[in-house]
């Protein structure tokens, strides 16, 4: 059998153009209709080909490279700018275009609006396309690493000692470029102790920035990262660093994201009512059922969402740990609510002592010592020496009738699909994308990366739903209505 063999010095009479690089059902041809839909001014961003002095590279263009790069883990701004000289995707989707690095990374940091707008936008098209319902909404969080080391995070007596350092060290060297301009006057400028004057004040700028965040924290020995101070160290599977707390709301239907958002609190227990309520705003139109898990059992917060009339689906903290009652745990002492006070097993009141406001709680205790003293179980439901005490939350009626909820049969259904729905999209930026840190540094660029990341994800989602010939053919150019 003969062979066919390639030959890279054969000349063509006429070169295929740009537009045949590509077959017509490439996904590369979603995500530049997917950009062309949009609305540039509901994205905070003006186009102006008539503007005056060096011509720029096209917004939309770059947007398009950013979207496709991060779609397939190409973030970095040198392997993007290799990408359009070698990736014929890439090539097709810039129409030729060849932004360096610079170019590229200077966009993203300039344009962190524009990219927290993007998810925005693309819910919109979601939502004309009928693949997001907002009936069920899932909100979960996952850890993702900050742009900055775990070793730079400090407390406020590090800051006061090095500041002071600092601001000795540059007069120092104030007046030691003043002696040698006396010295050598004439003799032209010490580059090296300009150099080194320079490092020092721009490390000052930095301390000043981590100061000045570590001043709005009101908790006690806080802790502030000195390369980028809004984030913060937290503990996952990996170990302690230094993180952002990002938070998803993902549709039930086809588990796309309508909201993502990096925070900096650790925990999820204060966020579930801000994430579902940022979701309604997306939605323009309130949920019917908000679905968490555990890590969202904050009484509080929950009855914030479920006072709009939307059922609420969290298990608290015992009912997904799973843990066997002890036989003189709470629960089996009994409430009466017309008294205010608690029955022991043994038929012995508490009787109720105080509220702590701040804590939420009050307090039961039982009404003689000695009553416990003399009891059979005394040294197994309590060792005190004042007897069997009893904390309960102001609010436990709430909590009572959420853990009663999620109980039911119905609720377990939809909190058995939270998993599949919540879970993928960490599971794909995470495991498919190699996303283990943000590349840019602060709140506002955290935001546009994780709105660049979610958008991406749903484009993925929505090219499997539709198809790369169907998504582009809804995609109409200025389809998107403005938003707000």
Known sequence: MAYRYGHREQRVLLPPSIEEYVTEGHPVRAYDAFVESLDPKSLGMELNPDQVGNAAYDPQAMIKLLLYGYSYGVRSSRKLEQATHENLAFIWLMGGLKPDHKTIAEFRRKHKTVLQNLLKQCVRICLRLNVIA????FVDGTKVRANAARGQTHDR???EKHLKEIDLRIDQMFEECEEIDRQEEGEGSLVAMDSGLTGAQNLKKKMQAAWEAIQGVSKPGAKVN????DCALMHGVQG????????AVVDDQHGLIVHAEPVREATDVNQFARQVEQANEELVKPCQVACGDAGYANTRELSKVDAQGIEVIVPSQRQALHHEEKPFSKSHFTYDAERNCYWCPQGHRLAYTGTNRKAGKMDYQITDARICH???????CTEAKHGRKIRRLVDAAQKE?????YAEAAAQEIYARRKAR????????KRNLKVDAFLMRGL???RAETSLLATCFNLVRMITLLGVTGLTKNLAPRLVPALG
């Open 157 to 159: 007596a590090y800051y």
């Open 422 to 429: 919540v879970e993928h999209p960490f599971g794909h930026l």
């Open 374 to 380: 003399r009891c059979p179980h005394y040294g197994v």
């Open 226 to 229: 000195l390369t980028d101070p």
């Open 134 to 137: 907002g009936n069920a909404l």
């Open 401 to 405: 009738k959420f853990e009663a909820h």
């Open 240 to 247: 302690s660093h230094a993180s952002y707390n990002v938070q």
């Open 444 to 446: 506002a660029g955290v």
